[in-house]
T-cell receptor
Framework: AQSVAQPEDQVNVAEGNPLTVKCTYS??????LFWYVQYPNRGLQFLLK??????LVKGSYGFEAEFNKSQTSFHLKKPSALVSDSALYFC?????????????FGRGTSLIVHP | NAGVTQTPKFQVLKTGQSMTLQCAQD?????MYWYRQDPGMGLRLIYY???????DKGEVPNGYNVSRLNKREFSLRLESAAPSQTSVYFC?????????????FGPGTRLTVT
């Protein structure tokens, strides 16, 4: 079975500081991992994904994520936060070793960037 | 391209009423999905359609039915609405299921059942 956890309901960071939104996962085989962002009253937008290869994945709007197989984590990062980054962030995972081929989403982390 | 469109944007129903949520995509995607989003619960899959002509249950299918009308359109029907179905509903599409495909989401329908 596949599962994903976002241990923080909310992350607060000052504008200009680095930000990290945490995600851990559990799969039987190898994971496909995704990050999405949801702005208020909008649908989810794809940010980036890890399939294979380099552990550091770069995505939209200056975001990047680091895949760590030993820690089963896929944390989202940005070197310098903007107030406009304030949104709800979702991590999703799909197990490549069979079972469901539909990704499982985490519960979401609200990122608040303070001016 | 409009991407994924959903109608209506807002709806208020009384308990027991029925309605259909419409979804269409113009990206020639094979797979389409219906999710509901509730505070603290994240996204939960209601139904999905891997390809035209097929539909399958997701995590929370009770009280819902779906129709994959053609490759573009995937509708969600509530036959007898209940207050527990108050939620925000999102339609999504992807080129296929599985694999490394990301999903593309519509803007959502905010449904209140009184």
């Amino acid at each position: 079975a596949q599962s994903v956890a976002q241990p923080e309901d909310q992350v607060n960071v000052a504008e200009g500081n680095p930000l990290t939104v945490k995600c851990t996962y559990s799969v039987s085989g190898n994971p496909y991992l995704f990050w999405y962002v949801q702005y208020p009253n909008r649908g989810l937008q794809f940010l980036l994904k890890y399939i294979t290869g380099d552990n550091l994945v770069k995505g939209s709007y200056g975001f990047e994520a680091e895949f760590n197989k030993s820690q089963t984590s896929f944390h989202l990062k940005k070197p310098s936060a903007l107030v406009s980054d304030s949104a709800l962030y979702f991590c999703a995972v799909r197990d490549t070793s069979g079972g469901s081929y539909i990704p499982t989403f985490g519960r979401g982390t609200s990122l608040i960037v303070h001016p | 391209n409009a991407g994924v469109t959903q109608t209506p944007k807002f709806q208020v129903l009384k308990t027991g009423q029925s309605m259909t949520l419409q979804c269409a995509q113009d990206m020639n995607h094979n797979s389409m999905y219906w999710y509901r989003q509730d505070p603290g619960m994240g996204l939960r899959l209601i139904y999905y359609s891997a390809s035209e002509g097929t539909t399958d249950k997701g995590e929370v299918p009770n009280g819902y039915n779906v129709s994959r009308l053609n490759k573009r359109e995937f509708s969600l029907r509530l036959e007898s609405a209940a207050p527990s179905q108050t939620s925000v509903y999102f339609c999504a599409s992807s080129p296929g299921t599985g694999g490394s495909y990301e999903q593309y989401f519509g803007p959502g329908t905010r449904l209140t059942v009184t």
